[in-house]
């Protein structure tokens, strides 16, 4: 069985400054990673993926995440963030022929 | 890239009517679709995968009878609500497999949000 925590529900952050948004997994067998992002009633557009090789992923609109496997965390971060960015981010596991395990998501919330 | 077209995006009806909701590979054909659901301000959560030309898998709790799926052919799998009641209210997206990515591309709808009076 795979779970995925996500440990802040909502996290305020000033425009430009940095953010970074926890994820920690927990899985029997190696596990692909993913980091989505929502905007209201839309569906989801994936920000980047860690399926093997270089444990640090770069994606869209300027994140990246560090798989780090002894933690079981999947980190996603942005060095500048921008009043756009404001939305509904979700970390998930999974792959293959099975569907994705999500986290409960975190609500990244851009003050200007 | 990858898209996937889900129709409707939002829907009104009444209780215990159906209702169905598409999904649609447009470019490429996806033997396996993924249905989930999700409440205000909560995460995704996995109802059905559905697979091209044989019966959907349901999770645990999901109820077969309430939500069918069908996936008939290789660009399309629907969901139908049957006997709708307020309590079925939610988003729901779908999800499909590009079998072209190696890398497990996953490509999701914009949603359908049901709303039953």
């Known amino acids: 069985a795979q779970s995925v925590t996500q440990l802040d529900s909502q996290v305020p952050v000033f425009e430009e400054a940095p953010v970074e948004l926890r994820c920690n997994y927990s899985?029997?067998?190696?596990?692909?990673l993913f980091w989505y992002v929502q905007y209201p009633n839309q569906g989801l557009q994936l920000l980047l993926k860690?399926?093997?090789?270089?444990?640090l992923v770069k994606g869209i609109n300027g994140f990246e995440a560090e798989f780090n496997k002894s933690q079981t965390s999947f980190h996603l971060r942005k060095p500048s963030v921008h009043i756009s960015d404001t939305a509904e981010y979700f970390c998930?596991?999974?792959?293959?022929?099975?569907?994705?395990?999500f986290g409960k998501g975190t609500h990244l919330i851009i003050q200007p | 890239g990858a898209v996937v077209s889900q129709h409707p995006s939002w829907v009104i009806c009444k209780s215990g009517t159906s209702v169905k909701i598409e999904c649609r590979s447009l470019?490429?054909?996806?033997?396996?679709m993924f249905w989930y659901r999700q409440f205000p301000k909560q995460s995704l959560m996995l109802m059905a995968t559905?697979?091209?030309?044989?019966?959907?898998?349901?999770e645990q709790g999901v109820e077969k009878d309430k939500f069918l799926i069908n996936h008939a052919s290789l660009t399309l799998s629907t969901l139908t609500v049957t006997s709708a009641h307020p309590e079925d209210s939610s988003f729901y997206i779908c999800?499909?497999?590009?079998?072209?990515?190696?890398?497990?591309?996953?490509?999701f709808g914009s949603g359908t949000r049901l709303t039953v009076v």
């Open positions: 999800s499909a497999r590009d079998p072209r990515e190696p890398s497990y591309g996953y490509t």
């Open positions: 998930a596991c999974g792959g293959g022929a099975d569907g994705l395990t």
């Open positions: 860690y399926l093997s090789g270089s444990t």
């Open positions: 559905s697979n091209e030309g044989s019966k959907a898998t349901y």
């Open positions: 470019d490429f054909q996806a033997t396996t």
């Open positions: 899985s029997s067998v190696s596990v692909y």
